[in-house]
Structures are given as structure tokens and as C-alpha cells.
DNA sequence: AGTGAAATCGAAACTGC
DNA sequence: GCAGTTTCGATTTCACT
């Protein structure tokens, strides 16, 4: 198994490493090695051992939904009834299986998740959210806003 | 300059390379070949196509934030006094270049903008949501989420 | 931990189909 | 739009440091 909480610190070549990654997820070993001064099989080594201890989750091809047929962009923010740990979980556990699902976050406060979702139209929106998440159990309330714009932070999460 | 809305629709095997690089975005071109059917011209080719079309808008490693000293993540809903237009384009425009701002979303209904933002430390979180949010021109309110827990979708978007 | 050289394998361009 | 060939460059291993 991959390990999620090596303690290393990271050096300054990590964080070189990393901010190219989060750039340009399919630049080559030997570019790598070459922008951050590095030796290739110690580069290799190197993107190897991010990947291990997690710090690199993975590599992603960035697809807009809108040139997939899934044009209806939405947030939608769930509220529980209770807070039942095993809704919770399950709520958690299922969500991320569903079609179009994007991204689910648990969070603090008033809301319980939010579920960012990509539908190909707003009666597909519709249904998602009536057959999915309000007759999920422990769900009290859905609440959905649509994405009229969506953009990725500019900086690299790895620097300063 | 690529093309962002080319309308040529979506085959089954643009279908099958995109599922195969949003799992995993530096699968190289060989193994795509194999893996969809084709030779890896032709692979070659479409791959190159999709990102001249804006269907791959990038490849993007997935980096754990608390790894990388950015362990504190909320969410920011952000809601506007009026509806400036210049306010909504300067908040959009300048937002995504903050340090660790994850992504911007522009949404419909009583919140304008959702922040998706990783910190060190719940001070710096306060200090980000002080310095760059709720003095910015036109933002009346800024209500943080603190992510206990977040997860990506586990379908390709490009399914079905 | 990092390196350099060697062997294997992949990328990219070009040809013809 | 697709496959075969070729050239060039990238990946990966290993012995050494």
C-alpha cells in the first residue's frame, strides 16, 4: 500500500517537482529532470516517492463536462436531519458512485456536503438530485445553485 | 489558439481515452493505443485532437494539500451588496491567483461565489478570508465551511 | 541520496493504404 | 482516418558513489 502520512518534510525539489506536476500532469521524466536540475533516474525516484507517501493523489486529465454532453454545471448543498454517523457515511461512501458526481465535500456548518455535479440538462439536474440525494436517508433539505463560471487556482498548491 | 467549441460529437473511442486519462493522466501513449484499439498514430492523433478541441483543458497532478503544509480546507460563500458587473469580473479575474485558492466557482442564487481554499493553519484561513475576500469591492458577506473530508466523483465524466 | 551509462521501450513524423 | 517503418528521444535498471 501506498503510505498517506510520511512525516518527511518536503525539499525545495519536491516542491519544484510538484509545481510542474500540477501544471502539466504529462510532462516527461527527462523534462522534469532537466527543469529541476535533477539526474533522470533520480528524478524518476524522486516522483516515485511523492507518489508513495501521497502526496501526488494522482494524475487527472482535466475534462470540461460541457464538451462531454454534461453542459449543467451545479453545486448543490445538502442539509441532515439528524447527524446520524452511519447517513453520514453512507451519504459519503455512495455519493462519489453516481453519474456526473464531480466532487463531494463534507463540511462544517448549516450545510453537511456540498456535491458539485455535471448534468447534461437542467430536468437531468433535476432528477439527479430528487432520485439521489433528497430520498437519500437522513437527508433533509437540497439546496441547488448552478455554475455559471468554474476556474482552477492559478498557484501551485505546493509553493510557500 | 485551440479550439474551445468544436461541435463534432464524441465517439466511443474518444470516450474510451478520455475515461482513460481522467483515471489516470500519464498513461502513456502506447499503453492508451492498446488499451482503446487503435495504433498509436491514430491514438496519437485523437489525443491531440481532444486538446485542440478544449475537451482535455489539461492534465493535472492531484495533490494532497496537507502534505504540503496546506492542511486547514473550507469552502468561502461569498455574496455580493449589488451586482456590479466590473466588481463580479475583477473578483473573478483576480481571486484564482491567491495563494491557495483551489478552485472559483460563479453561481446562481443567494451566495455569488464559492472559494475552495487550503491553508497552514486556521489563522491564515481567517487572514485570507480578511485580507483578500471581505475587503474586496462589492463582497457584502463571506461565510466559511471548514472541509472535514472531500472526495472526487468516481465516474468518468465522459461516461454514458 | 544521487549519478551515469546501457539496454529497452515509447514518441513522433512520414509513408502509403 | 488507419497501420507499418524509422529515427530519435525517454524510461528504467544497475553498479557505483
Given amino acids: 500500500m501506498?503510505?498517506?502520512d510520511d512525516p518527511r518534510p518536503l525539499d525545495e525539489v519536491d516542491r519544484t517537482l510538484l509545481?510542474?506536476?500540477e501544471e502539466d500532469g504529462r510532462m516527461s521524466n527527462a523534462q522534469?529532470?532537466?527543469?529541476s536540475g535533477l539526474a533522470e533516474s533520480t528524478c524518476l525516484?524522486?516522483?516515485?516517492?511523492?507518489r508513495e507517501r501521497g502526496v501526488i493523489r494522482g494524475v487527472h486529465a482535466d475534462v470540461d463536462p460541457a464538451?462531454?454532453?454534461?453542459?449543467?454545471?451545479?453545486?448543490?448543498?445538502?442539509?441532515?436531519?439528524?447527524?446520524?454517523?452511519?447517513?453520514?457515511?453512507?451519504?459519503?461512501?455512495?455519493?462519489?458512485?453516481l453519474p456526473g458526481?464531480?466532487?463531494?465535500?463534507?463540511?462544517?456548518?448549516g450545510t453537511d456536503f456540498y456535491v458539485h455535479v455535471a448534468q447534461p440538462t437542467a430536468g437531468d439536474l433535476r432528477d439527479?438530485?430528487?432520485?439521489?440525494?433528497?430520498?437519500?436517508?437522513?437527508?433533509?433539505?437540497?439546496?441547488?445553485?448552478?455554475?455559471?463560471d468554474s476556474r482552477r487556482g492559478r498557484r501551485p498548491l505546493s509553493e510557500g
Avoid: K, Y
Fill in 2 to 4: 501506498t503510505r498517506q
Fill in 19 to 21: 509545481a510542474l506536476l
Fill in 32 to 35: 522534469l529532470a532537466r527543469e
Fill in 45 to 50: 525516484a524522486r516522483v516515485r516517492s511523492l
Fill in 67 to 97: 464538451t462531454v454532453g454534461r453542459g449543467v454545471e451545479a453545486i448543490v448543498a445538502v442539509r441532515f436531519a439528524g447527524h446520524a454517523r452511519a447517513d453520514i457515511e453512507e451519504f459519503t461512501a455512495a455519493v462519489p458512485d
Fill in 101 to 109: 458526481v464531480v466532487s463531494l465535500l463534507h463540511v462544517s456548518g
Fill in 128 to 148: 439527479f438530485v430528487l432520485d439521489h440525494l433528497t430520498t437519500r436517508s437522513g437527508v433533509a433539505h437540497a439546496e441547488t445553485s448552478l455554475i455559471f
